[in-house]
């Protein structure tokens, strides 16, 4: 479905080095690594916000619908639920359905700002299924939240998963928790410039034995 | 770029206006000079004036021509602000120009435009959009360079088009710093206008001011100045205001929830 072909990024000095990488449809990628590695950079790039990386870069990004949950809601803060739903192509039936799937039914004519945080992402991540992505980019969907909340919206986007079986997704996290819970394959960003140092499929066992653990004990020397 | 916070309250119009109008009557009837007419006799004139016509006339002349130059100013004022703020080489190309047209005398531009194009409607007009052009250029391209990269990525990733993108992202972060543009635009084209009209034109409040000048009418000049003013508080309070306080009302949710 998309192969990443990036050559690299600089921000003055190097910050991401190649990533090579495709990815199908149904992949649930967690993408893991120190923080400040160039994740999100990775994700800017894979959803063409980065001018300086071409479009040749990531092949087959023509051709999907992309929804992208950013770490601020990034909603039209002048523009109420319902009308930043439209704005991207949704109907009036399925703003309200969207809304409601997220847990915010009845929410439709607030503003993006009287909402809490934790709302505000939930309705910025309607926002992303309006499109009807075939691919999801989530940055760090749960930072900032309270453990519950967290709980909430992590339960939420799984459910949302299941409900898509063709769904690609990527999701940025600090947590090898949240990908024992959302994900079927892993990445892990490290070194610098900073490369994808492992990109597996995430087997039973592995979850099992403790991904953390595993991923505490990767030294960048032993790859 | 609040401009209403500091604001007096009402009263104190209602107090210090009617004060001077009294200063003026008693001024004005210790002299009994025609140099200083009294407020009775301007509101005289203003009453003839407006029975006749020629008030009504001449205000509906001067507030076409402000309506006309202002909406042209308005609209490629912002266009090259916009675009100067989003591009360094537009910036680079149009800041040494804007700098020469900013510093230019509107006088200068008046009698260049009707030496060179005659003493015309378009003329006088155009002279009042060259004149007021870069106040709106300046004042936009400083609101173009703090538009949000962060809703801009959005409207990238969400495939916005140019127009979406326009209104729905950038009038609303704009809006302040269209608001400073009409306000100070406004009360600039206003007294551009004037001295159009009296250097060129035969109509107009400027063209009435003109006239009464040649005369001494003292009385025909305030009541012509009074009528205007009164004007120019109508759009004001009529127009301005609630435009200004319907766009900010998503700056101050009734109350944050949950």
Redesign the interface.
């Known amino acids: 479905m998309l192969e990443l072909r990036i050559a690299g990024r600089d921000f003055g000095q190097p910050v991401l080095g190649e990533v090579f990488a495709t990815i199908a449809r149904g992949d649930r990628i967690c993408l893991l690594g120190p923080s400040g590695i160039g994740k999100t950079t990775l994700l800017n790039a894979i959803a063409g916000l980065d001018k300086s990386v071409p479009d040749e870069a990531v092949i087959g990004r023509d051709k999907l619908r992309v929804g992208y949950l950013f770490q601020e809601h990034r909603l039209l803060p002048w523009r109420s639920l319902d009308a930043n739903l439209k704005l991207v192509g949704a109907s009036d039936q399925e703003a309200k359905t969207l809304l409601e799937q997220v847990g915010l039914s009845g929410y439709g004519h607030y503003l993006p700002d009287q909402l809490s945080l934790g709302m505000a992402r939930r309705a910025a991540l309607a926002r992303c299924l309006a499109v009807k992505p075939d691919l999801l980019l989530l940055d760090e969907p749960f930072a900032s939240l309270d453990p519950v909340m967290a709980g909430e919206l992590k339960a939420l986007i799984a459910g949302i998963l299941d409900s898509h079986p063709d769904m690609a997704m990527i999701c940025v996290t600090h947590d090898g928790g949240d990908a024992e819970i959302l994900a079927n394959r892993l990445w892990y960003l490290d070194g610098k410039p900073a490369r994808l140092q492992w990109d597996d499929l995430i087997a039973e066992a592995c979850l099992i034995n403790g991904l953390l653990d595993k991923l505490r004990s990767l030294e960048p020397a032993r790859l | 770029m609040r401009g209403r916070a500091g604001r007096p309250p009402l009263w104190s119009y209602w107090v210090v206006l009617p004060l001077f109008v009294l200063l003026w009557g008693s001024i004005a009837w210790l002299l009994q000079s025609p140099l200083l007419p009294t407020p009775l006799n301007v509101l005289d004139t203003l009453v003839r004036e407006s029975a006749t016509g020629e008030l009504w006339r001449h205000l509906g002349a001067t507030l076409g021509r402000v309506v006309v130059a202002f909406t042209l100013a308005m609209i490629i004022g912002t266009a090259i602000g916009i675009v100067m703020g989003r591009s360094q080489t537009t910036n680079a190309l149009f800041d040494p120009l804007l700098v020469l047209l900013l510093n230019l005398p509107a006088l200068v531009t008046i009698i260049l435009m009707y030496v060179w194009f005659g003493l015309v409607e378009v003329a006088a007009v155009m002279a009042v959009v060259i004149n007021k052009v870069p106040n709106v250029a300046v004042t936009v391209r400083e609101g173009a360079r703090s538009l949000d990269y962060?809703?801009e990525?959005?409207a990238?990733?969400?495939e916005?088009t140019r127009w979406?993108r326009l209104r729905?992202?950038w009038v609303?972060q704009l809006f302040p710093y269209l608001m400073a543009a009409t306000r100070g635009g406004l009360a600039l084209i206003w007294k551009i206008v004037l001295v159009v009209e009296l250097l060129g034109r035969s109509s107009g409040v400027g063209f009435q001011l003109h006239m009464a000048f040649q005369v001494f009418d003292v009385a025909a000049i305030l009541a012509y100045s009074l009528a205007f003013i009164a004007v120019v508080q109508l759009i004001e309070l009529a127009i301005l205001q609630p435009l200004e306080r319907r766009s900010s009302r998503?700056r101050q949710?009734?109350?944050?929830?949950?």
């Open positions: 962060r809703l990525e959005m990238t990733v969400y916005f979406q729905e992202v609303p998503w949710p009734e109350a944050a929830h949950a």
